[in-house]
């Protein structure tokens, strides 16, 4: 029998080789994958270094899962695909807004059903602006729910641009803006405690109206009372807004709201008014004070101290024997002390009625001529004695003589300098009617001595004059260098400013004379050395 030979054909041979080498490649590929992948038990994992892709071959993340179709859930969807749950999220809607407000990606929560999505909640974010990547790309968040009963979805917190939050509004103004447009809105903010208690935070929309309360406001609509009672602060009352007032509210179908305390924008607080009309205005009742009461510093702790009084009353009359009484003065001298004009329809003293005054009147003038007249002296000894100063703004005249205390007769007189009492002047030169201080010897200009306290004063006192006595006995300024002055010698300017030296006589054929029209006056008093001041008797030649 003869052995079977291969009588198989080159190219059969070759297509053999071929399928060979395909499920070669084939089962290592598949083995490559699956080797990636580790189960236990029910589990499995995934131990692959790189990026995992679905619905793309270039994934950048390690799960990328993008979809071209629109109007889709989310990019993952999780949950069980029913009718009633369900939720998705989408990063990512376009890399690239080309304006405002367009969707960048969103978290939605609800469920897909028969291909159409219901969205219950959502939160999105949103372009501010067309973005350039890299430089300028604004967005904004937004959280929105639907109401019960509705399909809609509707916006009710934003995170804007600026990172202010909105809860009511998508236009925050500050760092947390709370907003509730409903009418006759109370109780923006809803502090809850235990045992179901409440305090509220809130405006009205009313007047601009900050509110803080444990029961609400109770206004005029009943959608935003309680029935219980309650308190309430109410900062920019709707009478005044910068009022600051106190309330409390009544029990019942339809509260009220009663005001207990106002504090008012001046400064000034009302207990029961809302209209003070003090510092502290207190109507409808008492004020206790445990510690006292005060009054401009003077404080008493009891009623004795603040209602007592040193008077005794008998039937109809009252008396008071114990000190002094004074009208208008804090320390009386006497029985009766009164600080001010006294009208009575009739006087005694000492038992006798005083029905007349000691003036006599004719027409309109009133004389008194049985006495002397002081006027702030109790023992006048000239019939009119008068301790202090006289003003007479019309004319003076006096029959007899005029008696000063003082010795000389000065004017009021303008002068450019301060000048001191004692100080010899000439008149200035530069200005009319003017005097300044000496400062040459012998000066015919002298004018006269500033005096200290005239007897006898003309002219006007104002402001840059000074008083210059031209007669009479004054003290001057004097220096006796040139000589000792002895009394008696003629006094002249000197070359020492605002002071007098003796006068030296020159001969003029054969006859010691003293320069005319230089001369002061007389000294009373001796002075032998240096400087001082001595007596002099005015005379100016």
């Known amino acids: 029998m003869r052995p079977i030979q291969n009588t198989h054909t080159p190219g059969l041979s070759r297509l053999c080789k071929f399928v060979a080498l395909a499920l070669f490649v084939v089962f290592s590929c598949f083995s490559a994958v699956h080797a990636q992948w580790t189960t236990t038990g029910n589990d499995i994992s995934n131990s692959n270094s790189g990026n995992v892709g679905v619905k793309t071959t270039t994934p950048e993340f390690p799960l990328q899962v993008n979809s071209s179709g629109t109007n889709v859930l989310g990019a993952v969807y999780t949950g069980a695909l029913?009718?009633?749950?369900?939720?998705?999220?989408?990063?990512?809607?376009t890399t690239t807004p080309s304006a405002a407000n367009q969707r960048l990606g969103f978290?939605?929560?609800g469920t897909r059903n028969a291909g159409t999505s219901y969205n219950s909640s959502v939160v999105q974010s949103f372009s501010t602006?067309?973005?350039?990547?890299?430089?300028?790309?604004?967005s904004y968040l937004t959280f929105s729910t639907t109401p019960t009963g509705t399909n809609a979805v509707s916006e009710r917190m934003r995170i804007d641009q600026n990172g202010y939050v909105g809860i009511g509004t998508s236009s925050p103004a500050d760092l947390l803006h709370i907003s509730n447009n409903a009418t006759n809105s109370v109780g923006t903010i809803r502090l809850q405690g235990g045992n179901n208690t409440a305090g509220f935070i809130g405006v009205w929309d009313f007047v601009p109206m900050l509110l803080l309360s444990n029961n609400r406001h109770p206004g005029t609509a009943n959608n935003y009372k309680t029935t219980s009672a309650g308190s309430l602060i109410l900062i920019g009352v709707d009478s005044a807004p910068g009022d600051l007032g106190f309330y409390t509210t009544s029990t019942g179908t339809t509260p009220t709201y009663t005001e207990l305390v106002r504090m008012k924008a001046s400064g000034r607080v009302g207990i029961g008014t809302g209209t003070p009309g003090y510092q502290l205005d207190v109507q409808g009742g008492s004020i206790n004070s445990s510690g006292g009461l005060c009054i401009a510093g003077d404080c008493k702790t009891a009623w004795s101290q603040v209602g007592a009084t040193q008077w005794t009353t008998s039937g109809t009359?009252?008396?008071?024997s114990t000190g002094n009484v004074g009208i208008g003065v804090a320390s009386p001298t006497t029985k009766l002390d009164v600080n001010g004009t006294v009208n009575a329809t009739g006087l005694t003293v000492n038992g006798t009625a005083v029905t007349s005054s000691?003036?006599?009147?004719?027409?309109?003038?009133?004389?008194?001529s049985t006495g002397n007249v002081g006027i702030a002296t109790a023992s006048p000894t000239e019939k009119l004695d008068v301790t202090g100063n006289v003003k007479v703004t019309g004319n003076l005249t006096v029959s007899g003589n005029i008696a000063a205390k003082y010795?000389?007769?000065?004017?009021?007189?303008?002068?450019?300098?301060?000048?001191?009492p004692g100080t010899v002047v000439v008149l200035d030169t530069a200005r009319s009617n003017q005097v300044v201080a000496a400062k040459q010897a012998y000066d015919s200009r002298v004018a006269g001595v500033i005096s200290a306290q005239p007897g006898l004063v003309l002219g006007e006192a104002a402001q840059g004059r000074v008083l210059v006595a031209t007669t009479g006995r004054v003290r001057v300024k004097v220096d006796a260098s040139n000589g000792p002055i002895q009394i008696g010698d003629l006094l002249v300017t000197s070359d020492r400013e605002g002071v007098a030296m003796k006068s030296v006589p020159v001969e003029i054929g054969g006859v010691r004379i003293h320069r005319p029209g230089t001369l002061i006056g007389k000294a009373l008093e001796p002075l032998a050395k240096g400087t001082g001041e001595i007596l002099a008797l005015l005379s100016l030649q």
Do not use: C, P, R
């Open 82 to 93: 029913s009718s009633t749950s369900g939720a998705g999220f989408q990063m990512l809607t």
């Open 107 to 109: 978290f939605s929560f």
């Open 129 to 138: 602006q067309a973005w350039t990547l890299g430089s300028a790309q604004g």
């Open 317 to 320: 009359t009252i008396n008071y």
């Open 358 to 368: 000691q003036w006599a009147t004719s027409g309109t003038a009133i004389n008194y």
């Open 407 to 420: 010795q000389d007769v000065a004017e009021w007189v303008e002068s450019s300098q301060d000048l001191a």
